[in-house]
């Protein structure tokens, strides 16, 4: 069920573990009213970084079944994730040499649906069973696989793709070499690879030790993941970055080989450390006011930020009474280790002040929480200062990768 990383998943090198949060349940772990009254169980969450590309990756790795066989995260769940997935739909119709085009990590659905919109022909294939029901009644001609992705699933697709996509789930895998083995299985020679990835940078920007969880097994910048499809015959053309998920590291690239793997840049683990104990005095000193108000206090959303938030400062139902979440899957469930239960959002007229766990979409909240303000309620933003994501440089290729 666990296994240890002693050698780097990327290219071999040796390993320093650089961050360890202790021992901590699993961040989409939610409990149900039986499984609340069982011990915990919890993993050990230590990063480590290769010292010859400088990926950073998780020393401890959970068996994939543990994690994916009851995933409560939908895609679609998140409003602001639809009209992210048209833009990045309509951008690969326009880059892509052809029509037909592959998505990894599909979930339920949200992408396939705008890609096959915009006119491209779509196939999916994802390990979590009702997210792939889900996306199969979302699209009108082509098929979702339920299975995790490697060379051995590769085999399950008949035909080349003109486009294979890989969304926030590159990060997730336990095997990066049988992950792009895969693709280039299945992608023409002059096919376009798509990867998001959550971006390490503004990770350690922000201090964002909340989207360090088992489920994220490896953490990349441009440097990292430039070098990983380099080394593996793909050939960065472009990348950017986006404000989805805290951070997001968008790259395109080829499969027709000749891409440079570039110098390694260290990253500074000991300042974001330091950063996360401003953070909690920070959002400790919210809380503490808010109490001497005599306000109640909640989580606003129950992501996985929610548990990593609750578990690695000691957050218990003593503080945070509740979270409010719009998914129906996690309503009726506990935060693993905290204890928190998560509610319908109604929940939210019963208390005076919340803390924002997905914070990433603070401005789409606090609109659409406008009458909860207006009668002196509070959101309180658990980011440094209350800071949100700061929309860190784009770049080209050519010129951070030559």
Request: aromatic share 10%; with cysteine; glycine share 8%.
């Amino acid at each position: 069920m666990l296994t240890i990383r002693e050698h780097c998943d990327a290219c071999g090198g040796p390993l320093d573990d650089v961050f360890s949060m202790g021992s901590m349940p699993l961040a989409n772990g939610l409990l149900s009213e039986a499984d609340r009254l069982q011990p915990c169980e919890t993993f050990p969450l230590m990063v480590a970084e290769c010292q010859v590309c400088s990926l950073a990756q998780l020393r401890f790795v959970v068996d994939p079944t543990r994690l994916y066989d009851r995933y409560p995260f939908y895609t679609g769940a998140s409003g602001p994730n639809v009209p992210y997935f048209h833009d990045l739909a309509r951008q690969i119709q326009v880059r892509s040499h052809g029509l037909r085009v592959l998505e990894i990590g599909s979930n339920d659905g949200t992408l396939l649906a705008a890609m096959e919109s915009v006119g491209l022909q779509v196939a999916g294939v994802d390990p979590a069973v009702e997210q792939c029901e889900q996306a199969r009644t979302r699209i009108h001609h082509g098929d979702v696989v339920c299975k995790y992705w490697g060379t051995s699933t590769a085999y399950d697709f008949g035909g080349l793709f003109d486009s294979v996509v890989a969304c926030n789930v590159l990060g997730h895998s336990n095997d990066l070499q049988d992950f792009i083995a895969g693709v280039r299985r299945v992608i023409r020679t002059d096919g376009l690879f798509v990867i998001e990835v959550q971006y390490l940078s503004a990770l350690l920007k922000q201090a964002a030790f909340e989207l360090i969880y088992h489920e994220h097994v490896s953490y990349f910048d441009e440097v990292s993941l430039g070098g990983l499809l380099a080394r593996n015959g793909f050939k960065v053309i472009d990348w950017e970055i986006t404000d989805s998920q805290c951070g997001t590291l968008r790259m395109w690239a080829n499969a027709m080989g000749g891409g440079i793997a570039p110098e390694i840049q260290p990253h500074d683990w000991r300042g974001f450390s330091a950063q996360i104990n401003d953070r909690r005095d920070f959002v400790m000193r919210q809380i503490y006011r808010a109490q001497q108000d005599g306000r109640r206090v909640c989580f606003y959303g129950a992501p996985a930020k929610a548990t990593q938030l609750s578990n690695y400062w000691r957050l218990g139902t003593n503080t945070i009474e509740f979270a409010t979440d719009t998914t129906l899957a996690k309503q009726g469930r506990y935060i693993p280790g905290s204890l928190i239960p998560v509610v319908h959002p109604s929940r939210l007229e019963c208390t005076d002040a919340a803390i924002v766990a997905a914070w990433n979409f603070y401005p789409q909240i606090a609109t659409q929480e406008a009458a909860f303000l207006a009668a002196g309620g509070q959101l309180i933003s658990p980011t440094l200062a209350g800071d949100h994501f700061e929309n860190l440089s784009r770049g080209r290729c050519a010129q951070a990768l030559a």
